[in-house]
């Protein structure tokens, strides 16, 4: 038989030929590092058979980077932390292990709870197994067998694992020296073998319910990574820890912007420094708003079931609505503004010319998503976005996106922002002709290109009433968020029957465009205090300018230095703490500007110190000059 490698060239197999056999014809070095063989584009065991005429691609120990070859080292590594904890804790049971993004996790029913001192024990065991060196075998058994077995063993997880198991059954085994060491159920692939494991690490303990289900057991999950090289864990190492340094969860209470409380899971409380940012960006959107021909409206936030029914939501989107009765009638509260806008505007008879009409509302909105997924102010329960909507004629659509997405980077460059551009599809469940949604697709494709933006296409990915472009950024884990996106909608303006009058006297049927640039103000913030690690720019930070007495007879002169930056954010900071330990705090704070007011000091000689440290004298109406500058284009 013959397979095709990804020079194209082909090679002569014998028949029933392994991944290995084809590394080997090609040569021994490439036999060696390989972990992985890529068979028509699908990860698959070194040892499996190849299929006649299928390409193949190996992954190698030097694919330090590609995600399929991280996939099968940490894959391996999580059975070696199973094997490490059925020797530790004796009467354990095993549950699953899959990879995941930045490592692995394994779950385990303990005998007793164990603690993160415990994690360092398993850690050493594991290293002592790489160092002792393990080989993997893989065979593939009865089902029958494999219940048998597991049973025996006292792993119920396995055996409801067997029993729930899609196709054949496969076990892999490691061993050492022809010693059995651990057995599990597992589909592969895998390493042939532990000695590429250069670098393991267990990271943390969670809590995890068998199957995701709060009905069943709580299993204890162990979090850990492993790389090809020492180095790439050091890395890793580092990011984590600079992403921990930037977590918008830990700044906005270290910074006092915000909380969550479990009385109302996935909605934050929003303290004053915080309303401060919110309030900033609000001011930005009204201001944007106007300068573009946008109108503010103001629409219900709870609606009879009837409207969702017309909307499409009902069919779609109910299960992440919060719905009750009242008077004998279902009510749903809004996840979108978008079914009030369009009775709003079928409440008017709408000429040609009133198009484009371009509705916004920051109204609150409301989705129930699961309290798994809730993640900080990147996934809330309540939330308020830059929201507007735009009707207007078929042929306006192609410049009325294109202005969103100007609308849009002027936000974001003014900010700094790096954004990913996505262009998403027609999903599967969805409603409207094939027809409507290429023309839909097309105009969104050929705004990107007017606009000379790189995006990437996710097939499938589209909402139910239209395809969208996606704006996303990233958390400081490298997790990509969406933020803003433009969406077009020939279904909603059909299903509320909203007309104009064209200029050929007849009734046409609108094209609404939902587009939100920012996002959700929260998620939007919770993104910006990773972006800045809670550093705001001085236009935007809560508290601009603190003052900071010597000691309480400076407090009036203090006061009055404050009362003359009115129209900044300025707090005076009299406690009772020294001068040095203000400073520091103003510093942790990430306060822009800090002056501090003792005798000598004056409005013609101002000790001011800038976030970062670097200090100079300035008198009052320098410092105002360097504010407005500073603030100019906000
Ligand atoms: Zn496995
Ligand atoms: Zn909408």
Known sequence: MKVVLPDGKELELADGASGLDAARAIGPKLAEQSVLVKADGTPQDLRLPLADGQAIQFLTTRNTDDPDALHVLRHSAAHLLAEAVRRLYPGVKVAIGPPIENGFYYDFEFPAPITDADLERIEAEVNREIAEGRTWQREEISRDEARARFAAEGEPYKVELVDTA????????????????????????????????KAFKLTSLAGAYWRGDE????????????????????????????????????????????????????????????????????????RENAARGYVEVRT??????????????????REHMFT??????????????????????????????????????????HRDELAGALHGLLRVRMFSQDDAHIFCTEEQVA???LGCLDFGYAIYEKLGLEIDVELSTRPESRLGTDEEWDAAEGALRDALERRGLAYTVNEGDGAFY????????????????????????????????????????????????????????????????????????????????????????????????AEQLAGYRVEVDSSAETVGKRIRNAELDKIPFTIVVGEKESDEALAIRERGGEQSTKSLSELLGLLATLSGDK
């Open 399 to 401: 410049d009325e996106v």
């Open 166 to 197: 899609e196709g054949s059954i496969s076990l892999y085994t490691q061993s050492h020296d022809g010693t059995d060491e651990f057995t599990d159920l597992c589909r592969g692939p895998h390493l042939q073998d532990a000695s590429p494991i």
């Open 466 to 561: 239209g395809p969208k472009i996606d704006l996303h950024m990233r958390d400081s884990l490298g997790r990509s968020w969406q933020i803003g996106t433009v969406q077009l909608d020939r279904q909603m303006p059909q299903r509320f029957k909203l007309g104009y009058q064209g200029n050929d006297n007849a009734d046409h049927t609108p094209v609404m465009i939902h587009r939100a640039l920012i996002g959700s103000f929260e998620r939007f913030i919770g993104i910006l205090i990773e972006h800045f690690a809670g550093a705001f720019p001085f236009w935007l930070a809560p508290v601009q300018v603190r003052v900071l007495p010597i000691a309480d007879v400076h407090h009036a002169k203090a006061q009055a230095v």
């Open 324 to 365: 009750f009765e009242s008077e004998h009638r279902t009510f749903g509260l809004k996840p979108m503004n978008c079914p009030g806008h369009c009775v709003l505007y079928s409440a008017g008879a709408v000429s040609y010319r009133e198009l484009p009409l371009r509705m916004a509302e920051a109204g609150v909105l």
């Open 215 to 286: 009905k069943n057991t709580q299993l204890t999950r162990i979090y850990g990574t492993a790389f090809y090289a020492k180095a790439d864990l050091e890395e890793h190492l580092n990011l984590l820890e600079e992403a921990k340094r930037r977590d918008h969860r830990r700044l906005g209470v270290q910074l006092d912007l915000f909380h969550f409380s479990d009385i109302s899971p996935g909605s934050p409380f929003w303290h004053p420094k915080g309303m401060a940012v919110w309030n900033v960006l609000e001011d930005l959107r009204r």
């Open 300 to 317: 219900p936030q709870i609606y009879d079931q009837e409207l969702w029914v017309t909307s499409g939501h009902w069919e779609k989107y």
